[in-house]
């Protein structure tokens, strides 16, 4: 399949020109296991225990695995209605000379701290609307709901690093720096103290030097704006945390009052991508949310007649590019890397030609069995690696209406627009698997840069059950998978003086709905994709999001 680039005239600009050979990928899929159990609540252990390492974990690994989720689902008799919700709880998995010791905290936010002491959801997340408290009055009650539901502290998502420390972070405004040896919370940060944001992902990017690029969005008279973040790898004092973050390029949504969600972003060694989804927040029931009785999400949504539109802002000048890339409506959550070559911008990254699936990962929709559970899943599109290539230099002597990847390795209007469709990085026997999410690189040394292997979850339920190494040079891969086991997140580390890409290991944890105090930690090498070793720890360890490795080397 060629990535095909078209120049577009404005006027004749129409979806349906271009989707008629790109059909959705649903599933059918029958007797899925049930898996409540991976989205139940469980008790922390604050003080390290071991665990039992069967085979080999390298002696070269030195450093702790961090990893952030939810771990609670309820304050009394009253429950959160979406995966997101869940209070976070951290993982440490801390490796030395071959053996491993576990922890885990929940994070001590003002949200939690607030529900535990009245055992009751005080704080509204992003699908849970907090009732009114029931010691007012009906008055006082009544006014209550014309209030603005106040964001959330509840960093469930994500273990980030900026200048040094590690933050518990989500996609509010708020974060909280956390010790990354005993997962206590020391500080809660608040971004817009330092530039004028409402929020900023979870996962930002970084520049070898240790510079961070993030994004987040303001909320101004005029209207919702996108802003592409950069925080220098310098400290200037012992309390210093974001302190010289600047925002570096301001966008300005297609819709002010429509803006785009997003998770994350791309980035190569000059440019910043952001991807305008059709996944669309819809501002004003947002803001009017609890005056309606409806939580955050309910403002989420998917527009399937709106295209998708990419944006490069130059990294040294903050400036956005004239030129505006679109492709057909997809969604997508996570990006596997990007890299320039040849004049081409490549963005690898996983889609799905669905933009629906952030609102069915309701927890009531996670612990369904049988014919319920198996069509939920076969409802919601698959995930797949793809590749757009952006080509660079576009100028008035850019022939119309042409092919314009000129690259011969790859499959592939006014001047400031173009058409791009994509090369799928994967054969179709990826489609077996479920497709592929949580992708992950060998991200110190091949980030921005030309690179051929990447790993990632496959996703044959509503959470990753395989594991998966994908080489983009054949498009074959390789895969561990075990009956009633569901992996984390993948996590490369490569191995001391490696020479090649994939010297190194993966790390993952591992959880099962079937056994009481399975989980273990999981050792696979990553050239040959075979168990090295395994460190079990009897513990329950509900299916979380995202994490990081530490080094202690």
């Not at 409802?379 to 008035?396: A, E, H, K, Q």
Request: glycine content about 6%; charged content about 25%.
């Amino acid at each position: 399949v060629f990535l095909k680039i078209v120049l577009l005239f404005v006027t004749s600009l129409t979806l349906c020109h271009f989707t008629a050979a790109q059909k959705t990928y649903f599933t059918k899929v029958h007797g899925l296991p049930n898996i409540s159990p991976l989205v139940s609540s469980v008790e922390e252990t604050p003080e390290p225990i071991p665990t039992t390492v069967k085979g080999t974990i390298p002696t070269w690994i030195h450093g702790s695995l961090l990893r952030n989720g939810p771990g609670k689902f309820e304050f009394g008799n009253q429950h959160y209605n979406h995966w997101f919700d869940g209070m976070a709880l951290m993982h440490r998995f801390q490796i030395e000379d071959g053996q491993v010791t576990y922890r885990s905290r929940f994070l001590h936010s003002d949200s939690y701290k607030q529900n535990s002491e009245r055992n009751r959801i005080i704080v509204s997340e992003f699908g849970t609307l907090a009732l009114p408290d029931p010691c007012k009055n009906f008055f006082q009650r009544f006014l209550s709901r014309f209030e603005m539901i106040k964001p959330t502290d509840n960093a469930s998502v994500n273990f980030v690093k900026y200048k040094g420390d590690y933050y518990a972070s989500t996609e509010t405004n708020y974060m909280h720096r956390v010790d990354p040896d005993t997962l206590e919370s020391k500080q809660k940060v608040d971004w817009s103290k330092f530039i004028a944001v409402n929020g900023a992902t979870a996962h930002p990017h970084f520049d070898p030097d240790g510079t961070a690029y993030n994004m987040g969005n303001s909320y101004r008279n005029k209207g919702a704006f996108y802003n592409i973040i950069r925080v220098p790898p310098e400290r200037d004092g012992p309390e210093d945390n974001l302190e010289g973050a600047k925002i570096l390029c301001s966008i300005a949504p297609r819709d002010k009052s429509k803006p785009s969600y997003y998770h994350s972003f791309g980035m190569s060694k000059n440019y910043v991508v952001f991807i305008e989804q059709p996944i669309k927040m819809d501002l004003f029931k947002i803001v009017t949310g609890r005056l309606r009785g409806k939580s955050l999400n309910e403002g989420v949504y998917w527009d399937p007649n709106q295209e998708t539109t990419f944006h490069l802002i130059d990294k040294q000048t903050g400036k956005e590019m004239p030129v505006k890339y679109h492709a057909k409506a997809l969604s997508t959550f996570h990006q596997i890397n990007a890299f320039e070559q040849d004049g081409f911008l490549m963005l690898d990254m996983c889609c799905s030609d669905d933009g629906q699936a952030i609102n069915n990962f309701l927890v009531q929709n996670l612990r369904q069995s049988g014919e319920a559970l198996d069509e939920m899943y076969n409802t919601m599109s698959r995930p797949l690696p793809r590749r757009f290539v952006l080509p660079l230099n576009i100028s008035s002597e850019t022939p119309l209406e042409q092919n314009l990847n000129t690259r011969p390795d790859s499959t592939n209007m006014s001047l400031s627009q173009v058409f791009c469709t994509f090369e799928d990085l994967h054969g179709e026997d990826l489609k077996d698997y479920g497709g592929l999410e949580f992708p992950h690189i060998n991200y110190a040394r091949y980030n921005t840069k030309p690179y051929r292997y990447y790993y990632g979850c496959g996703f044959r339920h509503l959470v990753g059950d395989s594991l998966i190494k994908m080489d983009l040079e054949s498009k074959k891969f390789k895969v561990w998978r075990q009956p009633d086991l569901y992996p984390s997140e993948p996590v490369f580390i490569p191995s001391p003086n490696a020479e090649k890409e994939d010297d190194g290991v993966i790390l993952s944890v591992i959880i099962t709905p079937v056994k009481d105090k399975s989980t273990f930690l999981l050792v696979l090498d990553a050239k040959t994709f075979e168990e090295l070793g395994r460190a079990e720890v009897p513990v329950n360890i509900p299916y979380g999001f995202h994490g990081v490795f530490n080094s202690s080397a």
